[in-house]
T-cell receptor
Framework: KQEVTQIPAALSVPEGENLVLNCSFTDSAIYNLQWFRQDPGKGLTSLLLIQSSQREQTSGRLNASLDKSSGRSTLYIAASQPGDSATYLCAASNYGGSQGNLIFGKGTKLSVKP | DTGVSQNPRHKITKRGQNVTFRCDPISEHNRLYWYRQTLGQGPEFLTYFQNEAQLEKSRLLSDRFSAERPKGSFSTLEIQRTEQGDSAMYLC?????????????FGPGTRLTVT
């Protein structure tokens, strides 16, 4: 059974700093790994999706990596801004059965101070 | 607006009442998912549809919960005899999967409070 863990639970950084959010998973038979952003009381916004055959994906200041052998994914945010403050969720889906069923971590709450 | 929409956004109900939520997916998406999220937790999978067929249900989906997608477009999630433990954010997502990719797009959620 897939389990997803995100560390740290909360992170506070000054504006302009580069930062890394960590995600680990127990089952390496990953189909997709998806990173989301969630603002308080809101739904989820998809940031990046990494397919099983890929090692990383980039979008603007965001870069997500996937290492299936070690069971880890990271989300790198460059030159952080106060508007990046939100909870970041990592979610994995696996081959077999319902491949789209996303298993989520509890998230990392990011605060970027001006 | 071509994103996923959910109604209502907020629902307050008394314990024992029935509630129904609606989700309208992105129009060309054939998959529709329901998740539940409680405070401080990540979303948890409840059920999903491929077109109008309900293909999987989580054990979290007790017999008080029922979901439908009658014409393969919008979906409804009904909770009968609500309990205080049902208080949560109910999230809907849709996708158009391929063999190697299933990117899910989420709606704004329906926040349910059971008093």
């Amino acid at each position: 059974k897939q389990e997803v863990t995100q560390i740290p639970a909360a992170l506070s950084v000054p504006e302009g700093e580069n930062l890394v959010l960590n995600c680990s998973f127990t089952d390496s038979a990953i189909y997709n790994l998806q990173w989301f952003r969630q603002d308080p009381g809101k739904g989820l916004t998809s940031l990046l999706l990494i397919q099983s055959s890929q090692r990383e994906q980039t979008s603007g200041r965001l870069n997500a990596s996937l290492d299936k052998s070690s069971g880890r994914s990271t989300l790198y945010i460059a030159a952080s801004q106060p508007g990046d403050s939100a909870t970041y969720l990592c979610a994995a889906s696996n081959y077999g059965g319902s491949q789209g069923n996303l298993i989520f971590g509890k998230g990392t709450k990011l605060s970027v101070k001006p | 607006d071509t994103g996923v929409s959910q109604n209502p956004r907020h629902k307050i109900t008394k314990r024992g009442q029935n509630v129904t939520f609606r989700c309208d997916p992105i129009s060309e998406h054939n998959r529709l998912y329901w998740y539940r999220q409680t405070l401080g937790q990540g979303p948890e999978f409840l059920t999903y549809f491929q077109n109008e067929a309900q293909l999987e249900k989580s054990r979290l989906l007790s017999d008080r919960f029922s979901a439908e997608r009658p014409k393969g477009s919008f979906s409804t999630l009904e909770i009968q005899r609500t309990e205080q433990g049902d208080s949560a954010m109910y999230l809907c997502a849709s996708s158009l999967p391929t063999a190697i990719r299933d990117e899910q797009y989420f709606g704004p959620g329906t926040r349910l409070t059971v008093t």
